[in-house]
């Protein structure tokens, strides 16, 4: 039986998560920046938050229509995404900064 709720809600993640990281970082900045721009609490914290809508996404979809998905896997592999994502980020921005990765500087 699909759990019509569930459904709904992992389909509102999508667009979110869509706003958030591809809308409004244009728009906050007035344009791309450089990796090696963005601090490392922001490449962290988005990087958290975007494992979390990623992950829950999934989840909450197999919730929803996969019978017997056990609720525990979901609590316990939403959180495991966002740490994993929030890992990534912060190697993500180690290497931009640590290689000086700038959009406006091309190597030759």
């Known amino acids: 039986m699909l759990n019509y709720l569930v459904a709904y809600g992992a389909t509102a993640l999508c667009p979110l ?4 990281f591809a809308i409004a970082p244009t728009a906050w ?3 791309l920046v450089s990796p090696a721009d963005v601090p490392w609490s922001g490449a962290v914290s988005a990087g ?7 992950y829950a996404t999934y989840d909450l979809s197999s919730l929803a ?29 180690w290497g931009a900064g640590a290689h000086g990765i700038r959009p406006d500087k091309a190597p030759a």
Do not use: V
């Open 29 to 31: 900045s007035g344009g």
């Open 48 to 54: 958290a938050l975007f494992g979390f809508l990623a």
């Open 17 to 20: 998560g869509i706003l958030l």
């Open 65 to 93: 229509t996969l019978r017997g998905w056990p609720l525990r896997l979901a609590l316990a592999d939403t959180p495991w995404g966002a740490a994993f994502a929030a890992d990534a980020a912060a190697a993500g921005r």
